[in-house]
């Protein structure tokens, strides 16, 4: 594959949204062409799942079955959007992917690894992101950025413990895996956070 996987992580409020574009103008500044989507969602039929499981009318929605949607969501998200844009050369940036299921359903939920090593083989094979950004800070002030916005969403709405074992497990994933994450201090201003993120893209395009 000719193209690149980036993919951005982190507990709510960290700041993704806001950063997700400063990476985007930051990689077609060097001349990459980007597309930028989401998990879940990035396809119209991903989009749907998205809205079953941050909607409402599900709320106590058996984990197994948001895994598996997950999933499904994702095995569209990448036979449509990213294995054709990878194909073509271009430069995928995903808000998300499957480290956001080791950490939600996984440190979150609580099912265990296996189930969920099981699923990424099967829909992945061997794709994996090529660099991912953790933007990482304490969740109770993450909680406190993203309860300013609109009404919480059914990961939202879940326990400051829950998002505690989220976070726990993004940090795992990141010691895990130094050769493809960086983690960002994203309790800093939003300056010194744009700064260290252009450091690592740097190093990423010379290495490219
Ligand atoms: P966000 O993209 O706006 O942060 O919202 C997506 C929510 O979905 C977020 O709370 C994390 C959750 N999520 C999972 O639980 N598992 C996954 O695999 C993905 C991609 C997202």
Redesign the pocket.
């Known amino acids: 594959m000719k193209g690149r996987f980036i993919t951005i992580e982190g507990i709510?409020g960290v700041g993704?949204t806001t950063n997700l574009e400063f990476i985007r103008h930051t990689l077609e500044a060097a001349g990459k062409p980007v597309v930028v989507t989401?998990?879940?969602g990035g396809t119209p039929l991903g989009e749907e799942i998205r809205s079953l499981?941050?909607g409402h009318r599900d709320d106590g929605m058996a984990s197994d079955t948001?895994l598996l949607l997950?999933f499904a969501a994702r095995a569209e998200h990448l036979a449509r959007v990213i294995r054709p844009a990878l194909e073509a050369g271009q430069w995928v940036l995903s808000?998300?992917?499957?480290d956001?299921?080791y950490a939600?359903?996984g440190g979150g939920r609580g099912i265990i690894k296996g189930r969920i090593s099981v699923l990424e083989q099967w829909v992945q094979g061997d794709l994996q992101p090529d660099l991912t950004l953790l933007l990482d800070l304490p969740v109770t002030l993450g909680l406190t950025r993203a309860g300013r916005r609109s009404a919480p969403?059914r990961?939202?709405s879940e326990q400051t413990a829950f998002f505690e074992r989220v976070r726990q497990a993004y940090l795992a994933l990141a010691a895990q895996h130094p050769g493809r994450y960086r983690v960002i201090d994203a309790s800093q201003p939003l300056d010194v956070v744009q700064h260290t993120i252009k450091h690592a893209l740097s190093d990423f395009l010379a290495a490219s």
């Open positions: 709510e993704k989401r998990e879940p499981v941050l948001e997950m808000d998300r992917f499957t956001a299921t939600y359903q969403d990961f939202e």
